[in-house]
Protein backbone atom coordinates (compact mmCIF):
# COMPACT_ATOMS: atom_id res chain seq x y z
CA UNK A 1 0.00 0.00 0.00
CA UNK A 2 2.45 2.60 0.73
CA UNK A 3 4.88 1.56 -2.87
CA UNK A 4 5.24 4.85 -4.34
CA UNK A 5 7.41 4.02 -7.28
CA UNK A 6 7.86 0.97 -8.90
CA UNK A 7 10.85 0.60 -11.55
CA UNK A 8 11.07 -2.31 -13.65
CA UNK A 9 14.06 -3.34 -16.28
CA UNK A 10 14.50 -0.23 -17.56
CA UNK A 11 17.18 0.63 -19.93
CA UNK A 12 18.14 3.69 -21.52
CA UNK A 13 20.56 3.65 -24.49
CA UNK A 14 22.61 6.66 -26.28
CA UNK A 15 24.41 6.32 -29.66
CA UNK A 16 27.77 6.16 -29.51
CA UNK A 17 31.49 6.38 -31.33
CA UNK A 18 31.17 4.53 -34.94
CA UNK A 19 27.55 3.80 -34.74
CA UNK A 20 27.69 1.62 -31.26
CA UNK A 21 25.11 1.49 -29.03
CA UNK A 22 26.52 2.61 -25.84
CA UNK A 23 24.27 1.64 -22.31
CA UNK A 24 24.38 4.31 -20.05
CA UNK A 25 21.29 2.25 -18.15
CA UNK A 26 21.07 -0.96 -18.70
CA UNK A 27 18.47 -3.11 -16.49
CA UNK A 28 18.06 -1.16 -13.56
CA UNK A 29 14.26 -2.44 -11.19
CA UNK A 30 13.50 -1.66 -7.81
CA UNK A 31 10.94 0.11 -5.81
CA UNK A 32 10.44 3.13 -3.57
CA UNK A 33 7.94 3.60 -0.31
CA UNK A 34 6.63 5.99 1.59
CA UNK A 35 8.86 7.89 3.98
CA UNK A 36 12.03 5.78 2.59
CA UNK A 37 15.29 7.47 1.45
CA UNK A 38 17.10 5.34 -1.17
CA UNK A 39 20.64 6.12 -2.56
CA UNK A 40 21.94 5.11 -5.57
CA UNK A 41 25.85 5.45 -5.34
CA UNK A 42 28.74 4.89 -7.91
CA UNK A 43 31.37 6.25 -9.96
CA UNK A 44 31.33 9.12 -12.56
CA UNK A 45 29.50 8.05 -15.73
CA UNK A 46 28.27 4.68 -13.87
CA UNK A 47 24.48 6.17 -14.63
CA UNK A 48 22.99 7.87 -11.81
CA UNK A 49 21.45 10.64 -13.31
CA UNK A 50 20.51 9.41 -16.44
CA UNK A 51 18.63 7.06 -14.26
CA UNK A 52 16.72 9.78 -12.45
CA UNK A 53 16.14 11.48 -15.76
CA UNK A 54 14.57 8.76 -17.00
CA UNK A 55 12.55 7.80 -14.05
CA UNK A 56 11.76 11.75 -13.47
CA UNK A 57 10.65 11.78 -17.57
CA UNK A 58 13.17 14.36 -18.51
CA UNK A 59 14.34 11.04 -20.92
CA UNK A 60 12.34 8.70 -22.39
CA UNK A 61 14.02 5.26 -21.41
CA UNK A 62 14.64 2.78 -24.28
CA UNK A 63 12.68 0.22 -22.37
CA UNK A 64 11.27 -1.23 -19.32
CA UNK A 65 8.23 0.17 -17.14
CA UNK A 66 7.71 3.24 -14.46
CA UNK A 67 4.79 2.96 -12.17
CA UNK A 68 4.06 6.12 -10.20
CA UNK A 69 1.20 5.43 -7.46
CA UNK A 70 -0.29 3.06 -9.73
CA UNK A 71 -0.12 5.98 -12.74
CA UNK A 72 1.98 4.26 -15.55
CA UNK A 73 5.03 6.93 -16.55
CA UNK A 74 4.38 6.26 -20.44
CA UNK A 75 0.32 6.24 -20.46
CA UNK A 76 -0.19 8.64 -18.37
CA UNK A 77 3.06 11.44 -18.04
CA UNK A 78 1.50 14.31 -17.04
CA UNK A 79 -0.43 13.11 -13.93
CA UNK A 80 2.39 10.90 -12.69
CA UNK A 81 4.87 13.82 -13.76
CA UNK A 82 2.44 15.87 -10.72
CA UNK A 83 3.53 13.22 -8.38
CA UNK A 84 7.49 13.73 -8.05
CA UNK A 85 9.75 16.79 -7.58
CA UNK A 86 13.04 16.54 -9.43
CA UNK A 87 16.14 18.32 -7.62
CA UNK A 88 19.70 18.65 -9.92
CA UNK A 89 20.97 21.43 -8.30
CA UNK A 90 23.67 23.47 -9.60
CA UNK A 91 23.76 27.38 -10.13
CA UNK A 92 21.89 27.22 -12.84
CA UNK A 93 18.19 26.85 -13.75
CA UNK A 94 17.22 30.20 -11.81
CA UNK A 95 16.32 33.76 -12.64
CA UNK A 96 19.18 35.48 -10.85
CA UNK A 97 17.21 38.95 -10.99
CA UNK A 98 13.95 37.48 -10.19
CA UNK A 99 12.77 37.28 -6.41
CA UNK A 100 12.76 33.61 -4.85
CA UNK A 101 9.01 33.74 -4.78
CA UNK A 102 8.13 34.94 -8.32
CA UNK A 103 11.16 32.13 -9.63
CA UNK A 104 9.06 29.29 -7.89
CA UNK A 105 5.78 30.80 -8.83
CA UNK A 106 7.06 30.35 -12.54
CA UNK A 107 8.46 26.75 -12.09
CA UNK A 108 4.95 26.24 -9.98
CA UNK A 109 3.24 27.21 -13.44
CA UNK A 110 5.60 25.16 -15.89
CA UNK A 111 4.53 21.93 -13.29
CA UNK A 112 0.71 23.07 -13.99
CA UNK A 113 -0.03 23.94 -10.33
CA UNK A 114 -3.64 25.69 -10.06
CA UNK A 115 -3.21 29.43 -10.07
CA UNK A 116 -5.24 29.63 -6.68
CA UNK A 117 -2.88 27.34 -5.21
CA UNK A 118 0.48 28.68 -6.69
CA UNK A 119 0.55 31.22 -3.78
CA UNK A 120 0.24 28.51 -0.81
CA UNK A 121 2.79 26.08 -2.47
CA UNK A 122 5.36 28.45 -3.35
CA UNK A 123 5.33 29.67 0.37
CA UNK A 124 4.84 26.35 1.59
CA UNK A 125 7.82 25.46 0.04
CA UNK A 126 9.88 28.24 0.91
CA UNK A 127 8.99 27.92 4.39
CA UNK A 128 10.41 23.85 4.37
CA UNK A 129 13.84 25.06 3.53
CA UNK A 130 13.62 27.91 5.69
CA UNK A 131 14.18 31.01 2.83
CA UNK A 132 10.85 32.44 3.40
CA UNK A 133 12.08 35.85 5.42
CA UNK A 134 14.07 36.10 2.16
CA UNK A 135 11.14 35.37 -0.61
CA UNK A 136 11.33 38.62 -1.71
CA UNK A 137 15.36 39.04 -2.70
CA UNK A 138 17.03 38.76 -5.83
CA UNK A 139 18.45 34.70 -6.27
CA UNK A 140 21.31 36.52 -7.73
CA UNK A 141 22.14 37.48 -4.13
CA UNK A 142 22.14 34.14 -2.47
CA UNK A 143 24.68 31.65 -1.27
CA UNK A 144 25.41 28.31 -2.39
CA UNK A 145 23.82 27.08 0.51
CA UNK A 146 20.71 28.92 -0.18
CA UNK A 147 20.39 28.46 -3.33
CA UNK A 148 20.88 24.87 -3.41
CA UNK A 149 18.03 25.27 -0.58
CA UNK A 150 15.66 26.94 -3.06
CA UNK A 151 16.35 23.90 -5.54
CA UNK A 152 14.83 21.81 -3.29
CA UNK A 153 11.96 24.19 -2.41
CA UNK A 154 11.60 23.97 -6.81
CA UNK A 155 11.66 20.36 -6.36
CA UNK A 156 8.43 20.46 -3.55
CA UNK A 157 6.46 23.41 -5.24
CA UNK A 158 4.01 20.86 -6.83
CA UNK A 159 3.74 19.37 -3.40
CA UNK A 160 4.95 15.72 -4.92
CA UNK A 161 5.03 12.64 -2.89
CA UNK A 162 8.31 11.63 -4.30
CA UNK A 163 11.31 13.65 -4.41
CA UNK A 164 14.42 13.09 -6.70
CA UNK A 165 18.08 14.74 -4.91
CA UNK A 166 20.72 14.47 -7.74
CA UNK A 167 23.74 15.60 -5.10
CA UNK A 168 22.28 17.89 -3.21
CA UNK A 169 24.77 18.56 -1.11
CA UNK A 170 27.61 18.65 -3.92
CA UNK A 171 30.08 21.70 -3.33
CA UNK A 172 28.38 23.08 -0.23
CA UNK A 173 30.23 24.04 3.02
CA UNK A 174 29.56 21.65 6.39
CA UNK A 175 27.39 24.47 7.90
CA UNK A 176 25.32 23.79 4.20
CA UNK A 177 25.41 20.42 4.19
CA UNK A 178 23.89 20.09 8.01
CA UNK A 179 21.26 21.66 6.81
CA UNK A 180 20.21 19.82 3.84
CA UNK A 181 21.14 16.55 5.62
CA UNK A 182 18.21 17.41 8.12
CA UNK A 183 16.19 18.76 5.57
CA UNK A 184 15.72 15.90 3.57
CA UNK A 185 15.48 14.04 7.35
CA UNK A 186 12.15 15.77 7.81
CA UNK A 187 10.91 15.43 4.02
CA UNK A 188 11.80 11.91 4.84
CA UNK A 189 9.60 11.78 8.41
CA UNK A 190 6.82 13.88 6.51
CA UNK A 191 6.23 10.55 4.44
CA UNK A 192 8.02 11.60 1.32
CA UNK A 193 10.29 8.76 -0.62
CA UNK A 194 12.92 10.35 -1.65
CA UNK A 195 15.39 9.09 -4.56
CA UNK A 196 19.28 10.57 -3.43
CA UNK A 197 22.43 10.41 -5.17
CA UNK A 198 25.62 11.99 -3.53
CA UNK A 199 29.32 11.27 -3.53
CA UNK A 200 29.64 12.14 0.22
CA UNK A 201 29.41 8.66 1.71
CA UNK A 202 28.52 10.26 5.11
CA UNK A 203 24.73 11.93 3.05
CA UNK A 204 24.22 8.24 2.22
CA UNK A 205 25.70 6.43 5.55
CA UNK A 206 23.29 8.99 7.41
CA UNK A 207 20.14 8.93 5.47
CA UNK A 208 19.52 6.04 3.13
CA UNK A 209 17.39 3.24 4.50
CA UNK A 210 18.72 1.35 1.45
CA UNK A 211 21.94 1.87 -0.77
CA UNK A 212 22.22 0.63 -4.65
CA UNK A 213 25.88 0.18 -6.18
CA UNK A 214 25.46 0.95 -9.71
CA UNK A 215 28.43 0.08 -12.13
CA UNK A 216 28.12 0.14 -15.94
CA UNK A 217 24.34 0.91 -15.53
CA UNK A 218 23.77 -2.22 -13.50
CA UNK A 219 23.24 -2.55 -10.53
CA UNK A 220 26.18 -4.68 -8.67
CA UNK A 221 24.62 -4.64 -4.95
CA UNK A 222 21.40 -3.46 -2.78
CA UNK A 223 21.41 -3.93 0.96
CA UNK A 224 21.46 -1.44 3.76
CA UNK A 225 24.34 0.26 5.61
CA UNK A 226 25.54 -2.94 7.35
CA UNK A 227 24.64 -4.97 3.95
CA UNK A 228 26.88 -2.63 1.99
CA UNK A 229 30.57 -3.07 4.35
CA UNK A 230 29.33 -7.06 4.83
CA UNK A 231 29.44 -7.27 0.76
CA UNK A 232 32.63 -4.97 0.95
CA UNK A 233 34.04 -7.57 3.02
CA UNK A 234 34.67 -4.87 6.10
CA UNK A 235 34.15 -4.44 9.45
CA UNK A 236 30.55 -3.36 10.54
CA UNK A 237 32.63 -0.74 12.33
CA UNK A 238 34.28 1.04 9.27
CA UNK A 239 32.75 4.01 7.72
CA UNK A 240 30.78 4.17 4.58
CA UNK A 241 33.63 5.59 3.17
CA UNK A 242 36.29 2.95 3.25
CA UNK A 243 33.68 0.05 2.72
CA UNK A 244 33.07 2.06 -0.40
CA UNK A 245 36.62 2.36 -1.70
CA UNK A 246 37.07 -1.38 -1.30
CA UNK A 247 34.24 -1.65 -3.63
CA UNK A 248 34.87 0.76 -6.28
CA UNK A 249 37.17 -0.83 -8.80
CA UNK A 250 33.98 -3.14 -8.92
CA UNK A 251 32.12 -0.16 -9.94
CA UNK A 252 34.21 0.61 -12.95
CA UNK A 253 32.54 0.59 -16.05
CA UNK A 254 34.32 -2.20 -18.60
CA UNK A 255 36.20 -3.43 -15.64
N1 LIG B 1 22.56 12.74 -23.70
C1 LIG B 1 23.56 11.85 -23.68
N2 LIG B 1 24.14 11.42 -24.84
C2 LIG B 1 25.14 10.52 -24.82
N3 LIG B 1 25.67 9.99 -23.70
C3 LIG B 1 25.15 10.39 -22.52
C4 LIG B 1 24.08 11.34 -22.45
N4 LIG B 1 23.77 11.54 -21.13
C5 LIG B 1 24.61 10.76 -20.43
N5 LIG B 1 25.43 10.07 -21.26
C6 LIG B 1 26.48 9.13 -20.85
O1 LIG B 1 25.93 8.18 -19.98
C7 LIG B 1 26.85 7.83 -18.95
C8 LIG B 1 26.21 8.01 -17.62
O2 LIG B 1 26.15 9.40 -17.34
P1 LIG B 1 25.45 9.98 -16.03
O3 LIG B 1 25.51 11.46 -16.10
O4 LIG B 1 24.13 9.34 -15.86
O5 LIG B 1 26.45 9.44 -14.91
P2 LIG B 1 26.42 9.76 -13.34
O6 LIG B 1 26.44 8.44 -12.65
O7 LIG B 1 25.34 10.70 -13.01
O8 LIG B 1 27.86 10.43 -13.16
P3 LIG B 1 28.32 11.62 -12.14
O9 LIG B 1 28.67 10.93 -10.86
O10 LIG B 1 29.54 12.16 -12.81
O11 LIG B 1 27.21 12.61 -12.03
C9 LIG B 1 28.09 8.68 -19.18
O12 LIG B 1 29.05 7.92 -19.85
C10 LIG B 1 27.58 9.81 -20.04
O13 LIG B 1 28.60 10.31 -20.87
MG1 LIG C 1 25.28 12.59 -12.19
Known amino acids: MNELLAV ?61 MGLNLAQKPREARQKMGVVFGGDRGFYNSASAYDNLAFFARLLNVK ?19 VKDKYVGS ?3 GMMQRLHIARGLVNQPEILMLDEPTAGLDVESVYTVRELIKSLKEA ?9 DMADIETLADTIHLIGGGKLVFSGNNDQIKEFAGVDANTSLEKAYLAIAPKLKRGL
Open 115 to 133: EKDIKNNVLNALEIVNLLD
Open 8 to 68: QNIKRYFKGKNKTIFKAIDGISFILHKGEVISFVGPNGAGKTTLIRSISGYLVPTNGEIEI
Open 142 to 144: FSK
Open 191 to 199: GHGIILTSH
